[in-house]
Every structure is written in C-alpha cells, then in structure tokens.
C-alpha cells in the first residue's frame, strides 16, 4: 500500500542519515577535543544506535557502564601488578577474567572485556594507563552520546510529523507530554489512512 510503503522508506532513508551522521559526528568532535583514537567514538556511535528507540537506551547505558568498569578494573589490576611486579601479560589475564565473571549473563556491558585490554595494552611510557583509560573512556562516551543523541532526535522528529515505525505505540520514546499526544494522533490517522487504501484497494478489484 503507498501509506505502508511511504513510512517503510522514511524508515530507511532515516537509519542511512542517522547511521552516516553519528559515525561522522563523532569522529569531527573527537578531532576537535584532540582524542588521540577517533575511531573508537564513531565505532561506539554506530554499536549503541540501534533501529529500536527502547534497544538504543538500553545499549547506552550498557555501554556506559561496561566502559567504566572495564577501564576502572583494568587500572586496579595494573597498579597491583606493579606493586607485586606481575607481568603484563598475567596483568590482561586477570582484568579479562574478572570482567567476564561479571559480564557473564549481562550482554549490555561486555563491552568492559575489549576495554580492559584496550586499556592495558595501549598504554606506553609516554602515555601512563590512567591517562589511556581516560583517553579510551572519553572516546566512547563521546560516540555514546553522540549516536545515542541523535536516535533520540531522530525519533522525536518522526514521532511528530508520525512517520515510519514512530507512528507504532509500542515504538514510543520518552518525549514531552504534547508530542506524545501528536504521536497518539499520527497512530489514529495512519490506521485510517491504512484502512481507506485497503478498502479502495477492494473497489479495484
């Protein structure tokens, strides 16, 4: 039905922009804060936009946490490996086998497994780990909020002008009273306008 295929596009076309955008955005800003690796807050733009609004948030948050945590855990490993004149190597195994301890069963923050070791084996004389971990950190929350940002306009803009899957109530982000009430309007008016093509469809026939 053209009513059907029309949101089915601005579904499309809406992904493309967003997906283009966010990995661009993040990696123009991250030059512009001078992050040393771009490409981690681009990667970390495109990982957390999903094309559910309800999946998105979540992988932030997920990704959020799994950052700190992984880069927090890796820091206390290498301080105590230093102490105790542990090699690096015994270093990496052991911050990735307490972050899968407490990653197993929560896929949303395994991101802490790659930033453990990102953090440990990135670092050199001129670049302490805290100041790596820092660096890393920054540049996924960078990408984080960037892609995740940008879902979020992305779905209150199509909410208001109800096109695409935004029309769906299941679909509803958390947006301000008036826009959700426009959302409730383009989810009537879409099922009328589904109903009118499909019965002149019927008439063709």
């Known amino acids: 039905m053209e009513v059907e295929f029309r949101h089915r596009a601005f579904d499309m076309v809406s992904f493309v922009i967003r997906c283009a955008g966010s990995a661009t955005l993040a990696y123009l800003l991250a030059l512009v804060l001078q992050l040393p690796h771009p490409v981690w807050a681009s990667m970390s733009a495109l990982i957390v936009s999903q094309e559910n609004i309800h999946a998105t948030r979540d992988s932030m948050s997920g990704r959020i946490i799994g950052t700190l945590l992984g880069a927090l855990i890796a820091l ?10 542990v090699p690096l190597a015994w270093q990496l195994a052991l911050a990735v086998g307490i972050c899968a301890v407490i990653a197993k069963g929560r896929p949303t923050i395994r991101v802490c497994l790659w930033t453990a070791p990102l953090v440990l084996l990135t670092s050199s004389t001129d670049v302490t780990p ?9 540049e996924v929350l960078l990408g ?10 992305e779905a209150s803009l199509m909410t208001l002008f109800k096109l695409g899957r935004y ?28 109903a009118r093509d499909y019965r002149g469809g019927q008439a063709d026939d």
């Open 144 to 153: 984080v909020l960037i892609g995740g940002g940008l879902h979020f306009a």
């Open 76 to 85: 206390i490993v290498h301080r105590s490996g230093l102490w105790l004149n």
């Open 167 to 194: 029309r769906h109530i299941e679909e509803q982000p958390a947006l301000p009273a008036k826009l959700f009430e426009a959302h409730q309007r383009g989810v009537l008016q879409h099922r009328k306008d589904v």
């Open 130 to 138: 805290e100041l790596t971990a820092l660096f890393r950190t920054g």
